[in-house]
């Protein structure tokens, strides 16, 4: 089946960072391109392998789970095995280079001449520090694509504007959408909703330029600003700003589509929820039937959306007092069956055990390794019926490559190889400093 | 030259998620034929309209999702319909769906049925996948959210959890189709394969790295399961209000705390106790902390707090919302707005390209279609007689 692979022969040199960057480079590996990792064993990059180099299992029960929710003892290489991280590697290959030095310089511009793709989101200038200008990159390939995901722009007043998903989320409008109607965005937690977006866009991006270069063999820059790409998840908000001047703040559960009522009402049990829309007066009709029409909701004042609205405060309350005492999971398929749109509000554990998702193929197997222990994998969200679009092989380790990279790809000889790894470039694990550092 | 240039896309799609997609498609040049029903795509009667005033060619969302698309009108419930989009199949590289399965087999734009007219790719975008237990079930926004198993950690842990504002969840998923249908169209381009590719808007969902697929993996690793938290923590961090807004800080031990202090500059906080960790843990030393952080924030704008954080490279941002987002001078002179000009709108701002290329941009080519704009131009290039489409239209077929 791997033949029918789009990005087969497409060879990525990796510099992407924390989220963004690493999922949109993912995108293209699931898709066939070898997507080669480079990692500095003296440079511990933050938020991109785990939260922390050094986290033992202490530290990691008081922090939550997504970023730290290792395997109960997280070992000597947390690395390995960051829950945050490490799905982001799969299907990518990993290679260590001290590319501050000039050997190690060349050793990635070697990698660049035979690479179709750089892809990176550092802080801004860091990879011009490093010497690899979008210039000094096209002298080694003059056909590439380069793909920059910058926080805030490469250009503009912002340019020195440091910030990771939350701080994006709050500068596209997103932050201030989400939150309680009745209390102020300081009860936020932090949803980094624009990562998932970026790396979403960034692949979009580079299959575009792929195509324009496959017809015309000409590379280009790409600059993908993740602002102003995640700008795109609200554009209801952005645009009733624009063409009518208005400010869209939270409205908490509600819909901003006219569906009412659309909200997460209590069921049986703790900490157990239900999210119900009526999409249409047909659904809302259909609710209150199952609902075995009660006063409160089969009066001519709430058979239309704007009755509905009026009295969306006693609504809700009327509908989370009936919900309260019913079976989460039962009233999720009563309702579907009965025509309502509604759904249970899944905990992860909760998902990782959902019956669809198990019967649909979303996960994978893979076996344990020394840094983590055999359990079930996300596969790519989407099917294709003959590319071979999946989890193939397992997130890359630090180094994993080290051989790969540098005896078959480059051709270095057994000497060199001693050389390098006696200096520091090929490791398997980082440097004493870097985890000083990080 | 645009980047897809060439390509022609038979679109289906309506509402949110599809016409998301085949925007990004169509924004990039590729040539989308929107397949539309005869009483429009749902999409037109979204809010928010220009001036608070209903109509077909008003709406917001409606425009923003279909610039640069044309508009074929043809009822897929009539028998003839078969015949009118065979054709239109012969001359696309690529269809999108996104109708539940059943519906897609009564429209006749299954896989099975289109593929016959045509061995092209099909991206088929549906709320729960082709099979499975909850194939015909129904979505919302909210409820793919809250099904996507990030929601449950989101809010606060005395209350309700909470969704994500707009209609994020559904555009994520049209997003993730798009990179689906690049993926198709290259393996078409490059192997001449055409295939079904099924994209599940609640898969899709599970799949987000921001903070489910990566709880769902903790949870598989370590046993435990995200919670909504209790509050921030930490000495510093989370959403500050400001003297007009609010701002997000990340001040975690380190040197995002230096920075942060850098940026307030008051000596007391420059104590090295500040960077003992067990500081950060004790309540004491955080009311110690907002003592002088929250008048010092309170006493500057949220432009003036950004230009603070920038010179020291802190990591803190205003919060905006879309009033700031069209209002900021520097998107504005960077593009991130462009404008549309309609007939019936005149000229609107318009969401503007969210990358840039250096060689094939992003650009808008035309507002988005009104209803049936192209029915006859596209059915003539299909090789309808103007015969053949007066009978059609007088049968109800196209319109």
Partial sequence: ?438 | MDALEGLTVLDFTSHLAGPYCTRLLADMGARVIKVERPDGDPARTVQPFLGDQPGPDRGATWHYLNTNKESVVVDLTKPDAGGVVRRLMARAQLAVTSSAPLVERELGIDYARLSSYADIPVVSITNFGHDGPYRDYRLSDTVLYAMGAEMYSHGLADREPLKLGGTAAILQGGAMAAVAAMGAITAYEVHGVGQLIDVPLFTVQISNIDRRSSSILAYRFSGRVQQRPQGAGGLAGGVYPVADGFVEVTATAGNYWRRFVDMIDDDALRDPRWENPMMAMDPAAKEEADGIVYPWMLSRTRAEVWDEARKVRAMVAPIYDGTDLFGDENFRARGLWAEIEHPEIGKQPMLGRPYIFEKTPWRIRSAAPSLGQHTDAVLGEAGFSTAEIGRLRAEGVVA
């Fill in chain 1, 1 to 438: 089946m791997n033949e029918y692979l789009p990005l087969k022969g497409v060879r990525i040199c990796d510099f992407t960072a924390v989220w963004a960057g690493q999922t949109a480079t993912m995108y293209l590996a699931d898709m066939g391109a070898e997507c080669i990792k480079v990692e500095n064993p003296f440079i511990w990059n933050p938020m991109t392998r785990a939260a922390s180099p050094r986290i033992n299992a202490m530290v990691a029960a008081i922090l939550p789970p997504w970023i730290a929710g290792h395997p109960p003892e997280p070992g000597p290489r947390p690395w390995n095995n960051s829950p945050a991280f490490i799905q982001v590697l799969r299907n990518k290959k990993s290679f260590t280079v001290d590319s501050r030095r000039p050997e190690g310089l060349e050793i990635v511009k070697q990698i660049i001449r035979s690479s179709d793709i750089i892809a990176e989101n550092l802080a801004l200038g860091t990879l011009e520090k490093l010497g690899l200008s979008d210039e000094a990159i096209r002298a080694e390939r003059p056909d590439i694509i380069i793909l920059h995901m910058p926080a805030f722009g490469r250009t503009g007043s912002y340019v020195e504007g440091r910030g990771y998903g939350a701080h994006i989320d709050s500068v596209a409008g997103s932050t201030i959408l989400r939150g309680y109607r009745d209390s102020s965005p300081s009860d936020n937690a932090g949803i980094f909703a624009g990562d998932y977006w970026g790396g979403m866009h960034g692949a979009f991006a580079l299959m575009a330029a792929l195509r324009h270069r496959r017809r015309t063999g000409e590379g280009q820059v790409i600059e993908m600003a993740q602002v102003e790409s995640s700008a795109h998840m609200f554009p209801q908000a952005a645009l009733d700003a624009a063409w009518n001047g208005r400010a869209h703040h939270s409205v908490g559960n509600r819909s901003i589509e006219g569906f009412v009522p659309n909200g997460v009402f209590p069921t049986a049990g703790t900490d157990r929820w239900i999210a119900i829309s009526c999409r249409s007066d047909q659904e809302w009709r259909a609710l209150v039937e199952f609902l075995g029409n009660p006063a409160w909701a089969a009066s001519a004042a709430m058979a239309t959306v704007a009755g509905r609205a009026e009295n969306e405060d006693a609504l809700e309350e009327h509908l989370a007092q009936w919900t309260a005492t019913r079976e989460r999971d039962e009233l999720f398929h009563a309702l579907q069956a009965a025509g309502v749109t509604a759904g249970p509000v899944l905990h992860a554990g909760e998902a990782a055990e959902d019956p669809h998702l198990a019967a649909t193929g979303a996960w994978k197997r893979l076996p344990a390794t020394e840094d983590y222990p055999e359990v079930d994998w996300l596969r790519p969200a989407y099917r294709f019926t003959k590319s071979d679009i999946d989890l193939r092989t397992p997130p890359c380790l630090f180094g994993e490559h080290n051989d790969y990279v540098y005896r078959e790809l480059l051709g270095f000889d057994e000497d060199a190889v001693e050389r390098l790894r006696a200096e520091g470039h090929i490791a398997s694990t980082f440097a004493p400093e870097a985890l000083e550092n990080g």
